[in-house]
């Protein structure tokens, strides 16, 4: 049998034990989002269709499968995804600056010395592409900030519904200080243990600091982890800001029910 | 008190956005550090024609233009120079160019009235670093005093990383495997005192995290040995020069140590937090409500891990299926070993879920029996 089979079935194994019920959802949710890529992925190959389109659809089912899957439809997990699809417009914004300018599109020489039998005039803009890829790079770790956020807000509320708008809010931002950490280790170390092979070839043959800096292979990785991770970070205010919004009005509106 | 906070708060942020500017400017105008000549482009003039291009159903056109630049270091500092460029609408290893742009190029012939030549690669450094900044911004920002420590954690780690990458080079028959365990020890225990401080929280997550990694790493490492890697295909770094399965090995436990790592320390600080509360609650209660985190985590961490491995393989996966590979050959030629780290990656984190618990309710108990 092959390596991946053995290690799905190692982890679906694990999660159900683990997580029970919720494992076993958490595992079917990965499942789909495979899925969803995939057919992401397939759309892309029809010209006629614009990428960046297709992947906000495809985030925003992402984060439907991670938000209300997982979590069931409740104030937490709206919250978080209307959290996340705030950041992702900022974020794409500041894709849009960025990517364009500093031409990491595509494929460094490195990447494509292999290829020759490849004709690379495949009618795919790839300037659209790196866009793309960032987005559903960073979708992940968005869905997974916010939610955390909303989720500790709710219980903070639960605990001290006298709180107001502001304070909460501050509370909020408690949380996410202490997740940001983690998140920027998570995401660096997942970075360099998917480039160290990379990192160790450019030591053989001697790249000077210069060359693997404007390198297209190196510029273009640092450059999309550093806007997942600035994507990952933005969610935090946003999340926190709403989180206080929407369970301060909800208040209000328990009060005037009464 | 609250004034000359504000006063340190001024004068700090002045003093970060003129470091940053400086840098700014260092680094738009550092082409003396550079061997190559660089070209800064003064004009950019497309010539007419354009050539249509492609396969059935891929459309797409070849253009040329030509530039004149003038050469920013060097012998020939300050000449003018004339290059020919060519770009296709999609861009795969190609770039139209425009009035501004910094490029490396390779001086051909200077025996003319104008040098003429050819262009290596555009001059990126500049928007790696804008990027940079605007991620530590945002994190100090946001994070504050907890941002400022997690942007030194990192340096920290990458200076170690290059540092012992180095060495490993320099060594003849050094193990990158055992360099790399260091490593992961190292890091686990300098970012999660840096995190969360020198307390017995952060031993039972620096225990937790390092037990969690290499555990998942023995699952690899044994599930790799009995199917014989069978599904592995080791072509996308064909490039290195090295033992692709021990990089492999090496990649994949530094790989999932950040999410284990993130679970260890979202768990045990839960539970402390518990323990905090009430000093007097049982071990069995500690273990579900630590399973309770758990279950709440495992699904939205292991998702993170997936896309961030995975959605660097898009723009290679369409190249293969737009030039016609079978689908399976495209998917095992470019996913097998990012889904391999994202599988590895989630067994680590399920796994660190008991681990830490243990690791937790360990260090209470003992601290109970030594009251």
Known sequence: MNVLVYLTIILFLLMKLVGGEKGTRSFIALFLNAIVLFVTVFFMTVQAINPILITLLASIVISCINLFYINHINLKSITAFFATIITLLFLITLIFVIVPRSMIQGFGIEEIEELTSFTLYVGVNFTTLAICTIIMGAIGAITDTAISISSAMNEIYLRNPLLTCSSLFKSGMNVGRDILGTTTNTLFFAFTGGYLALILWFKDLAYSFGEVVNSKVFSSEIISILCIGTGAILVIPITAWLSAYLLTKYKINLVTNQ | ?371
């Not at chain 2, 050539?51 to 920013?72: D, F, M, P, Y």
């Not at chain 2, 012939?109 to 928007?127: C, H, Q, S, V």
């Not at chain 2, 985590?297 to 995975?310: D, E, K, P």
Request: positive net charge.
């Open chain 2, 1 to 371: 008190m609250k004034l000359t906070l504000n006063k340190k708060t001024i004068i700090l942020s002045s003093l970060v956005l003129f470091f940053i500017f400086i840098s700014l400017l260092f680094v738009h105008n550092n082409f003396n550090l550079y061997k190559q000549p660089i070209v800064e482009i003064t004009q950019a003039i497309p010539k007419d024609k354009k050539e249509s291009i492609g396969l059935a159903n891929n459309e797409g056109t070849i253009s040329h233009q030509r530039l004149v630049g003038k050469i920013k270091n060097g012998p020939y500092k300050d000449a003018i120079i004339l290059l020919e460029n060519t770009y296709s609408s999609s861009g795969a290893y190609d770039h139209k160019y425009q009035v501004g742009d910094q490029l490396f190029i390779t001086i051909q012939n200077d025996k003319g009235i104008e040098l003429t030549g050819n262009i290596d690669y555009p001059k990126r450094d500049t928007f790696v670093v804008v990027t940079a900044w605007l991620f530590m911004i945002i994190v100090f920002l946001i994070g504050k005093k907890s941002g400022l420590f997690s942007i030194i954690s990192l340096i920290i780690n990458i200076f170690i990383l290059l540092f012992a990458l180095n060495r490993y080079t320099e060594l003849e028959g050094a193990s990158l495997l055992l360099i790399c365990s260091g490593l992961v020890v190292f890091f686990t225990v300098t970012s999660l005192l840096l995190v969360s401080g020198n307390n017995e929280k952060t031993y039972a997550a620096i225990l937790a995290t390092i037990i969690g990694t290499f555990s998942a790493l023995l699952i690899a490492y044994v599930v790799m040995k009995i199917t014989a890697e069978r599904g592995l295909r080791y072509e996308e770094m064909a490039f290195v020069t090295r033992s692709p399965q021990k990089i492999f090995l090496a990649s994949i436990l530094i790989g999932s140590l950040g999410a284990v790592m993130d679970i260890a320390i979202t768990i045990t600080s839960s539970l402390y937090e518990l323990y905090d509360k009430n000093n007097f609650i049982s071990l069995k209660d500690l273990k579900e409500s630590g399973t309770q985190i758990g279950k709440d985590i495992m699904g939205s961490m292991t998702n993170v891990l997936f896309f961030a491995y995975i959605s660097g393989s898009i723009p290679m996966l369409l190249l293969y299926l737009k030039n016609g590979a079978p689908l399976s050959y495209a998917l095992s030629m470019n996913l097998s070993l990012e889904l391999t780290r994202a599988l590895v990656g989630g067994i680590g984190i399920v796994l660190t879920i008991p681990i830490s618990i243990y690791t937790t309710t360990y260090f209470i108990h003992k601290r109970r029996l030594s009251k």
